[in-house]
């Protein structure tokens, strides 16, 4: 009877045991927690998150979304009175005072145009403009139309002062364009704001600019992200594998407009105020997801030789474009090699 009651205790204290230790393991696994999409700055947001408390991981969505949100009210250009739409009309001739999430984006932007010497330019406003008329009237600009735009477009009437954090626009009918860059200067300040708040690993991604951080154990590739194959939107043409690193796709397949039949991308020369056509897609892998982002569009821009040249010549940064040429392969640069998975 002694031996059977000892017997029992043992059982009970080892069940004990591995319930507490599943336990254990169980709160400290981490899980994967996915926000779904939604729609920020006129395209898909989505958050991943390694994590573990589920609940904690919703109070962390929500802060994700606030924060995209937030950048959103003051940098969208379609919306009249975002601080950047304001910045057209106030800013002609008279140093304005802006906040400073607009001005870190102005500056890099600024900095990205001389990098590129001019292919990346947020003052191509007034070009996008006459191009999205032109497309809901079906023809192409006239000559005057297009010279009238291009002379209020050019990075030099942009002027910046970092003491006293003030813009100035040199002529008048200026328009700031950022959306070739605000989402990837976005996806950091949520990255940051994450890892912040001591989530372990994630991953953020607005239209396609992604930042990573971090890994979870059971994932030793790291974050696997697919690249979607320009001319079939079904396929991926290969797999990247990201540790802390960021990936920017810019391309004409997805947003594209015809005029009189033809192709119109959403990315314009700002130097000559046309479409451009040379590349279909361009993917830039970088350590933070603005300078992906400006660079995918500036390479965009400055077509295959010299978008590759450039992109060969910083260190940290690497490209996977397609060319519109021999739109069934992609070519990459040579340190890109390191974050591609065998194609699917
Ligand atoms: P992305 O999708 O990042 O390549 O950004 C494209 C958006 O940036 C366009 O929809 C325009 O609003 C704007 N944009 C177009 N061409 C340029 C350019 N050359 N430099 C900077 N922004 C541009
Ligand atoms: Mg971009």
């Known amino acids: 009877m002694k031996k059977d009651l000892r017997r029992l205790v043992q059982i009970v204290l080892v069940l004990f045991l591995v319930i507490g230790a599943l336990w254990v393991n169980r709160k400290n696994r981490l899980m994967v ?43 969208n250009d379609r919306d009249p009175d975002s601080e950047i739409s304001r910045l057209s009309e106030i800013a002609v001739d ?33 070009e996008v403009r006459l191009w999205r008329r032109m497309q809901q009237e079906g023809r192409p600009p006239t000559p005057e139309e297009l010279a009238a735009a291009r002379s209020r477009v050019g990075w030099e009437k942009l002027i910046l002062d970092p003491e006293k954090r003030t813009v100035q626009l040199a002529v008048e009918g200026m328009h700031l364009d950022v959306g070739a860059i605000a989402k990837g200067y976005t996806v950091d300040l949520v990255a940051k704001a994450l890892v ?35 001319r079939n939107e079904e396929e991926r043409m290969a797999k990247l594998s990201l540790r802390d690193m960021s990936v920017a796709t810019s391309g004409d397949y997805r947003r594209f407009a015809q005029v009189e039949g033809q192709k119109q991308s959403h990315i314009l020369d700002p130097r000559s105020g046309q479409s451009v056509r040379d590349l279909i897609s361009v993917t830039i892998l970088a350590p933070t997801a603005m300078r992906a982002d400006a660079l995918s569009t500036a390479v965009s821009v400055m077509g295959f030789e010299k978008g590759m040249a450039l992109i060969e010549s910083l260190e940290d940064v690497e490209a996977i474009v397609v060319t519109s040429e021999e739109p069934g392969q992609f070519i990459s640069t040579v340190g890109a090699d390191q974050y591609i998975i065998a194609p699917d």
């Open 33 to 75: 927690e996915n926000s779904g999409y939604r729609v920020i700055m006129g395209t898909f947001a989505q958050v991943t998150i390694g994590i573990r408390d589920e609940a904690e991981a919703r109070d962390l969505f929500r802060m994700a979304f606030a924060e995209m949100e937030r950048i959103q009210k003051m940098m």
């Open 94 to 126: 008279k140093p304005v005072e802006v906040s400073p999430e607009l001005f870190d984006v102005l500056w890099a932007s600024v900095e990205t145009s001389r990098l590129t010497e001019g292919a990346f330019d947020i003052t191509v406003g007034p």
């Open 196 to 230: 912040d708040a001591q989530v372990p690993t994630g991953m953020v991604d607005i239209g396609g600019n992604i930042r990573c951080f971090g890994t979870i154990p059971d994932y030793p590739e790291g974050w696997v992200i697919g690249l979607q194959d320009p």
